[in-house]
């Protein structure tokens, strides 16, 4: 009998992986590794953005309070939830890249878009002086670029992405 779900191999082509980067927290390598396991559960080929923010929801509580909880955020996890029935059908088989990010081509795995969002994550951290980056750092990043999936995603959930990343500005996130 084959199983349901499929397995996922312990180390990706090229020997590396995003959820083992040494600039990660315990708290962000179960974020790519609870990504990791929803792209592959929805077909995809690599995580993206959507993925990120999808999973940072349901492991950060601190990344969860910015949306202040209620309609708001259960109108986007309603959404988040409904991509591998509904809209983001349209997504399989295709790479999320805006061309706006240089691809980073170490992280396998990851979108492009999904990639250059966990180099602005650390870039973020470093710039406040944290030797590894938080979920907060990490959502803000998701949404840095107007054409990331994370982005149409909180769009579609109504949800204004640029005040959303304006308050992430100036907001410090705890260091856990």
């Not at 170490?106 to 938080?134: F, I, K, Q, T, V």
Request: hydrophobic share 40%.
């Amino acid at each position: 009998m084959q199983p349901r779900i499929p397995r996922q191999s312990v180390s990706e082509p090229g020997g590396h992986r995003a959820d083992h980067d040494v600039r990660l927290g315990e708290e962000l390598a179960a974020v790519v590794s609870g990504a990791r396991r929803r792209a592959v559960r929805d077909g995809d080929r690599q995580i993206d953005t959507a993925h990120l923010l999808h999973s940072l929801l349901e492991h950060d509580p601190e990344v969860r309070a910015v949306f202040e909880g209620g309609p708001q955020l259960a109108r986007l996890l309603a959404y988040l939830v409904q991509r591998s029935i509904g809209y983001g059908l349209r997504w399989q088989g295709s790479v999320e890249d805006s061309g706006a990010v240089p691809v980073v081509t170490e992280a396998d795995g990851l979108s492009p878009l999904a990639a250059g969002a966990m180099e602005y994550a650390h870039e973020r951290a470093a710039g406040r002086g944290a030797d590894r980056a938080n979920g907060v750092d990490l959502l803000a990043a998701v949404v840095t670029d107007p054409e990331a999936r994370a982005v149409e995603v909180l769009t579609r959930a109504g949800i204004d992405t640029e005040a959303l990343l304006t308050g992430l500005e100036g907001r410090v996130p705890d260091s856990h």
